[in-house]
């Protein structure tokens, strides 16, 4: 999604704002959504408490990530509307969306990456089978649709099918 998001920016509204608006207003709602409100408090809750108590060495890293989930989600919602400004007031405020848009997919796949990289790969050494299994179980229940593993739930089928349809190619399989 970030980087989908940063290739519409980089695309621009073209000869169809409405559509360009439209996809990427989405694009944020999801973000906002999913792992603001459903994938990060788990995080939060269940995983990172385990991995430290494995690996105090690691309450650094974690300390950051939950700052960055405490802030992810005022972020986000600064990005919407910065982008609802852009939409409203018109091209004047294009570079501040610009800017805070590259500035964020930059913060958060710095985030990732430190999941990824750091809390992850010691979570595999340090958490047990049972803890595995309840950890998998929590996160299953909101199943992100668009990592390909899961099906779309329901009460998110249409938001991703807007992203996909409207987006245009090769974002989505929307008008060019």
């Given at each position: ?14 000869d169809n704002?409405?559509q360009f608006?439209?996809?990427l ?9 999913f792992?603001?409100?459903l994938?990060?408090?788990?995080e939060?809750?269940?995983l990172?408490p385990?991995?430290?108590?494995a690996?105090p060495?690691?309450?650094a890293?974690v300390?950051?990530l939950e ?5 992810g989600e005022?972020a986000?919602r600064e990005?919407q509307?910065l ?5 409203l007031l018109?091209e004047p ?9 590259n500035?964020?997919?930059?913060f958060?796949?710095?985030h990732m ?6 809390i992850l790969?010691e979570?595999e050494?340090?958490?047990?089978p049972?803890?595995w ?10 199943c ?10 329901p ?5 991703f099918?807007r ?6 190619a090769p974002i ?5």
């Amino acid at each position: 999604m970030l980087r989908s998001m940063t290739m519409m920016v980089e695309h621009g509204p073209g000869d169809n704002p409405e559509q360009f608006f439209d996809v990427l207003r989405a694009m944020l709602f999801y973000i906002d959504e999913f792992p603001e409100r459903l994938h990060h408090p788990k995080e939060s809750d269940l995983l990172f408490p385990r991995v430290v108590r494995a690996s105090p060495s690691l309450m650094a890293a974690v300390q950051k990530l939950e700052n960055d989930h405490i802030n992810g989600e005022k972020a986000v919602r600064e990005l919407q509307h910065l982008l609802l400004a852009w939409e409203l007031l018109g091209e004047p405020r294009r570079p501040a969306f610009v800017a805070e848009c590259n500035r964020y997919v930059k913060f958060y796949l710095e985030h990732m990456r430190l999941e990824e990289t750091v809390i992850l790969p010691e979570a595999e050494k340090v958490l047990t089978p049972a803890e595995w299994k309840e950890l998998d179980a929590a996160f299953e229940k909101n199943c992100d649709p668009l990592a390909g593993k899961y099906s779309p739930d329901p009460a998110y089928d249409r938001l991703f099918t807007r992203i996909v349809m409207r987006a245009p190619a090769p974002i989505g399989l929307g008008d060019a």
